[in-house]
């Protein structure tokens, strides 16, 4: 029995696993099979868009600004070891653009929007609000999952352009003031680094995290069970599982893209 | 009278956790059926099942004879245009004002002009005692006492003039001049437009006052069934000590 056990909990877990990205997978479908038919609920989509959205801006400028930072410095430093340092901009560029902006937003802004998603549905679930939904004869999947899954998927893609921006700038920043390699020409050599491919593979990633992350807070939100610990509860996994989610599919978007750029 | 509502040999558990064995019961149009029972046996989802909201594992749960389980999406909608439920801790929803609760079953099912929809609210809000607040409509429910948010959870369910009302102990809580006026309420619902109550309530004196018929649930079944003056009458303990809240020691 004691040789059994480790095996039958890595069975379960196994099966728990498989059990949560069906779940998962069902939810998808029904949101964009609903989803799609009218009304659309443009004012709750828009509602969702401005809540998720615009409040994530002060954490997302923060966020692009310093990792910026941190990473123009970081290959600085590097550089300077070879006499390259002009080489700075070029080297930032890539890494940021096609792997940093998009995957540190998710892990940040996403993991932000998802346990908010969370929290709030699952509130809702506990307090029978979401059944009170469809006892009026309206559809929670329609009501609640669809706006909240496009305002993610249309929000995370959005924060991270403007993520770009400014780790853009905050690179040209300590270019310019740490390692004396003028900001227009930080800025030059960045640009001409980057071709189309490789904002389309960071917006690719991003598109395929805000999906993640809203379709996972409203997953984990309706399946709260009872009581106002299980909201705390299910929060705390939705956490573990968008930064899982997202790891993962970034280093499956990175594989994909990586032999097309 | 063919009922209006019928469960016949309904079985439903949660995991190993058995509610429903075997059950059936009847609600006949117009008439008003009060569930009575211990705490956590199953009225409230006796209630739920009636709408859907929850799976039944064997059984039929028939509105108008047609079976709720097989439903699609279009048909358990009209299922739900027509039997409202009030549940039982109120399931206001907290983002919306009253007026946008209160109207939310309006905006879901009909094309009510903006005047109408208020109109229609202060006429539901009247009817369970928040009239006299003019300001009502335009608050939010947290800002509301747990009583205030009863009521206008009943005024939410009862706006879209559903033909069953399925209430979940719709007095508990409330001061005595409220629980009278919500077991008016019912007897006018009924008496003025006909409408069938299914009334899951711990307060014997509204349901001896309101109810055509009582039922009682006890060991998964609902084996007494029978009006006020039947119940009251009837021999088995069990009925007799639920009833008369009797409580013994040795019991537990
Ligand atoms: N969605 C659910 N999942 C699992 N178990 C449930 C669910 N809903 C109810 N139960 C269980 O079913 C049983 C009956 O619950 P129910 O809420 O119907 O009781 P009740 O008779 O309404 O009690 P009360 O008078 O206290 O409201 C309880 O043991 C409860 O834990
Ligand atoms: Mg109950």
């Known amino acids: 029995m004691s040789v059994r056990r480790p095996f039958e909990y890595i069975g379960e877990a196994i099966r728990a696993g498989f059990d ?35 409040r994530s801006l002060p954490l997302s400028t923060l966020m692009g600004v310093f990792v910026g930072m941190a990473l123009t410095w970081q290959f600085g430093e590097a550089l300077m070891g070879f006499g390259a340092k002009n080489a700075v901009g070029s080297a930032a560029a890539l890494a940021l653009v096609r792997e940093l902006v998009p995957t540190l937003m998710a892990l940040t802004i996403g993991a932000k929007i998802a ?10 679930k506990v307090s029978e609000q979401i059944d009170a939904i469809a ?39 300590i270019a310019d003031i740490v390692f004396d390699v003028p900001a227009e020409y930080f800025y030059e050599t960045y640009i001409d680094e980057l071709y189309p491919m490789d904002y389309i593979s960071g917006l690719v990633k991003s598109f395929t995290f805000g999906l993640l992350v809203g379709l996972i807070g409203c997953y984990q939100g309706f399946q709260t069970k009872f009581g106002t610990e299980a909201v705390g509860i299910s929060t705390t996994n939705t956490v573990v599982a968008t930064s899982v989610a997202i790891i993962v599919f970034d280093f499956v978007l990175t594989t994909i893209f990586l032999p097309v750029g | ?9 309904v ?54 004879g047609k079976e709720v389980g097989d439903m ?72 509301l006492s747990g009583g205030m948010r009863k009521r206008a959870a009943l005024a939410r ?17 409330l001061d005595p001049a409220n629980i009278e006026r919500i077991g008016h309420m019912i007897r006018k619902l009924q008496k003025e437009l006909g409408v069938t109550s299914i009334v899951v309530t711990h307060d014997m004196p509204i349901a001896w006052k309101c109810s055509n018929r009582v039922a009682m649930l006890w060991q998964r079944k609902f084996p007494y069934i029978g009006t006020p003056d039947e119940i009251q009458a009837n021999p088995a303990p069990e009925v007799h000590e639920f009833i008369n809240g009797i409580y013994h020691e040795d019991q537990d």
């Not at chain 1, 479908?29 to 009304?39: E, I, M, S, T």
């Not at chain 2, 058995?18 to 019961?25: K, T």
């Not at chain 2, 569930?35 to 409230?44: C, N, V, Y």
């Not at chain 2, 369910?157 to 809580?173: C, F, H, N, Q, R």
């Open chain 1, 20 to 54: 949560w990205a069906g779940g998962i997978s069902l939810l998808l479908g029904r949101a964009l099979l609903r989803g799609v038919q009218r009304p659309w609920g443009i004012y709750d989509v828009f509602n969702q868009i401005v809540a998720l959205g615009i």
């Open chain 1, 115 to 124: 346990t908010g998603v969370t929290a709030e549905l699952g509130s809702m």
């Open chain 1, 135 to 173: 006892s009026l004869g309206a559809d929670p999947v329609k009501k609640l999952v669809w706006p909240r899954l496009v305002a993610s998927t249309v929000t995370l893609p959005l924060l991270n352009i403007y993520g770009n921006v400014l780790a853009l700038i905050g690179g040209a920043f």
């Open chain 2, 1 to 9: 009278m063919a009922p209006i509502i019928e469960l016949r040999n």
């Open chain 2, 11 to 64: 079985y439903k558990r949660f995991g190993d956790n058995i509610i429903y064995e075997d059950m059936s019961f009847g609600v006949e149009p117009g008439e008003t059926f009060t569930i009575i029972g211990g705490s956590g046996m199953g009225k409230s989802v006796c209630l739920k099942l009636m709408i859907g909201l929850l799976p039944y594992d064997a059984g039929h749960v028939l509105y108008r």
């Open chain 2, 72 to 143: 699609d999406a279009e048909n358990l909608r009209e299922l739900r245009r027509n039997v409202a439920m009030v549940f039982q801790g109120g399931a206001l929803f907290d983002s919306m004002s009253v007026f946008d609760n209160v109207t939310y079953a309006l905006r879901e099912h009909t094309k009510m002009s903006d005047q109408e929809m208020l109109e229609r609210a202060r006429e539901c809000l009247d009817m369970v005692g928040l009239g006299y607040d003019k300001e009502i409509l335009y608050r939010m429910p947290a800002s």
């Open chain 2, 157 to 173: 369910s009862i706006a879209i003039k559903p033909e069953v009302i399925l209430y979940d102990e719709p007095t508990t809580g």
